[in-house]
Structures are given as structure tokens and as C-alpha cells.
């Protein structure tokens, strides 16, 4: 074994404990070089980590150390939450969706890219924060849900960007998409209501990998839901199913859920309209209630919560089916 094979195996084992597999060692001469893998690390993590990386590779014998990040590219995917109109609880299952998607092991951002109504500062308990720019990228906010969010809220004033075409506004949507994400690989995208040239515009540009439809069950068996479907075939985007929101009445007294518009016909909808059924959110009070004060039920254990997750799970098995 020569020096050099000695003074890295020196080194690999005093930077094993800090580096946690991030580092890769060449010694030549009195000279370290260490690539450091710093994906999904955020700015001040990675900082420290080189820090202490540096002071421990100076081994007796090293007099330069180089130090060299790299990340890799995340395969970044969007789910993007559509409706045909507004009202319906889209910002309400974007935001539980993300959140149960994240409690089933997926790394999940947020994107809230309603320009008429920018809601998920509030549903994720953020209102009133701004985000910074870090080399010239947003950096998403943390929230209390392990789910980073960015918002629209942040860019524009409110009700300005109401007179806005579809270019304008994918183009503020960029700054969202292309932000620092770190290893968030799936990005849940909540969709301004509507099926204009804003949603179109924004979808062709940024290419959702898929689409979910929320609709309450009258819409269902009118024509916005399948306005909704259409505005993704037109895109060519798949559409993953249709949530029903607001399905069924959960009394807040004891509980027990009653159906004023019948049952079964969403699924019955779906099935016509030719895309999967995903599942039914009852309209319950303590999910306004806990929406309103940004405490989103699918972080808990209820029964609210549940509902979510049964979405979510199949979500995630549709991710699971595509490549990348
Ligand atoms: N399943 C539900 N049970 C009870 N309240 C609900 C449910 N889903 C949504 N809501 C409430 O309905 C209102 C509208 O929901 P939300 O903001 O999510 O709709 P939206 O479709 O995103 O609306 P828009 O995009 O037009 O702003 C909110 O007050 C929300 O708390």
C-alpha cells in the first residue's frame, strides 16, 4: 500500500461518522480532493457539513484540502389539483394530499399557483411569511407539515393578477416550479379554478405528470368536471382520477355521514367519463375548522385525515406505475 492509498483510507475513515456516505476521497501529494454529494441538503447544511469536512481531513501529512460539491438532479414530478370551477375544495385536497402523500414517504413540495386566490399560506399555517431568493432561486417555505411550500400569495398583489393572460402567468409559475426544492421529487400543484387559457397555458408549459380532478358531487353530474378532464386531454397530461369533495354530509354531532344527493354517483360519473375514481371527502365542519386555522387534517390521526390518506395512497401507487 502506498502513502497515498494509506493517507485516503486515513481520511474516508475520519470523515465516515460526518459525511455519512457524502464523500468521495482522491489524495495526491500533500493534496485531498473530496467531492461532496450535497443533494437535498439546504444552503446551511451543506456550508457546515464542508466546514467540518475541511477541519477533518487535515490528517498530518495533507497540507491542502479541496472540497468540490455536487447534487444530483432530482427527476422532479408534478401532480397538478384541477377544477372545473371554483369553490370546490381544490386548495383544501392539494394541500392534505401533498401532506398524506409525505406521511406515506414521498418527498413532497407544494405550489400554490391559484393567482385568483392564493389559500395555501393559510390551509399550511404560513400566512404572512415571505420567501427569500437564494442565488437567484426562491427558497420554499418550511412548514409544520414536512411539506415546503411556495406561493403565488408571495409574487403578486392581491387581486392583481386577476386581469392576467396564460403566458404571464405560467411565466410566474416558473419561478415557483424552478425553485430550490432540494430533494422534494413530487411537487403538488394547486391550479388557479377554471379550464381557461391561464390553466392551459400553465399545464403545456410546465407539463404535469398527471392530473387530479376534484368536484363536488352536483358538478359531477354536470359539465365541469368533464371541462376539467378535456383541458388535460388537450394537453396530452393523464389524468390520475377524480376526488370527490364535499361527499356526503358528516354530522358534527355524532358523526355519522348522510348522503342529501345520493350515493354512488361520482364513481358512476367517473366510470363514464373514462377516468379512475379516487375516492370521497365528506363535508364535515372540522375539516373548515381546522383548514382555517392551518392545522390540515391529513396531518392528523382522525377520521378526516383518513379520507386523505385513502386518496393519497392511491396517488402514490399511480406514481409508482410511471417511470422516472
Ligand atoms: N370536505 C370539506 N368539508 C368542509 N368544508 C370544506 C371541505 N372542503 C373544502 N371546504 C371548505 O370550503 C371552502 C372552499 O375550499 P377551498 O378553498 O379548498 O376551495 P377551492 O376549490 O380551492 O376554491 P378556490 O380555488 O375558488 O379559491 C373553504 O372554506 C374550505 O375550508
Not at 456550508?47 to 468540490?68: C, F, K, M, Q, S
Not at 381546522?290 to 379520507?307: I, K, L, M, R, Y
Request: with cysteine; glycine share 12%.
Amino acid at each position: 500500500m502506498t502513502d497515498q492509498t494509506n493517507d485516503r483510507a486515513a481520511i474516508e475513515a475520519v470523515l465516515a461518522p460526518i459525511a455519512a456516505g457524502r464523500a468521495t476521497v482522491r489524495v495526491e501529494g500533500g493534496r485531498a480532493s473530496i467531492i461532496l454529494d450535497v443533494t437535498g441538503l439546504p444552503d446551511g447544511a451543506q456550508n457546515a457539513l464542508e466546514t467540518d469536512i475541511r477541519a477533518a481531513a487535515a490528517i498530518p501529512g495533507i497540507d491542502e484540502v479541496r472540497v468540490a460539491r455536487t447534487a444530483q438532479r432530482v427527476n422532479r414530478r408534478l401532480i397538478a389539483v384541477a377544477s372545473g370551477k371554483g369553490g370546490v375544495g381544490k386548495s383544501t385536497v392539494s394541500a392534505n394530499l401533498a401532506i398524506a402523500l409525505a406521511r406515506a414517504g414521498r418527498k413532497v413540495g407544494l405550489v400554490d399557483a391559484d393567482i385568483y386566490g392564493p389559500s395555501q399560506p393559510k390551509l399550511m399555517g404560513v400566512e404572512g411569511r415571505k420567501p427569500v431568493a437564494h442565488d437567484k432561486k426562491l427558497v420554499p417555505l418550511a412548514t409544520a407539515y414536512g411539506v415546503p411550500m411556495l406561493s403565488m400569495g408571495g409574487l403578486v398583489e392581491e387581486g392583481q393578477a386577476i386581469a392576467w393572460r396564460g403566458p404571464m402567468a405560467a411565466g410566474a409559475l416558473t419561478q415557483l416550479v424552478d425553485a430550490n426544492w432540494g430533494a422534494a421529487d413530487t411537487l403538488v400543484l394547486d391550479l388557479p379554478p377554471g379550464t381557461g387559457d391561464v390553466q392551459l397555458t400553465m399545464i403545456q408549459k410546465h407539463r404535469p405528470a398527471g392530473a387530479v380532478i376534484v368536484s363536488t358531487p352536483q358538478d359531477l353530474a354536470l359539465i365541469d368536471a368533464t371541462r376539467a378532464i378535456d383541458l388535460f386531454a388537450k394537453a396530452g397530461i393523464p389524468v390520475i382520477g377524480i376526488v370527490e369533495n364535499m361527499a356526503g354530509y358528516a354530522c358534527p354531532h355524532c358523526g355519522e355521514v348522510s348522503d342529501p344527493f345520493g350515493k354512488g354517483g361520482a364513481e358512476a360519473a367517473a366510470e363514464r367519463l373514462g377516468v379512475p375514481f379516487l375516492g370521497r371527502i365528506p363535508l364535515d365542519i372540522a375539516i373548515r375548522t381546522a383548514s382555517d386555522v392551518g392545522s390540515p387534517p391529513a396531518a392528523g390521526n382522525g377520521v378526516e385525515g383518513a379520507a386523505f390518506a385513502e386518496v393519497a395512497g392511491k396517488v402514490n401507487a399511480w406514481l409508482d406505475t410511471q417511470k422516472g
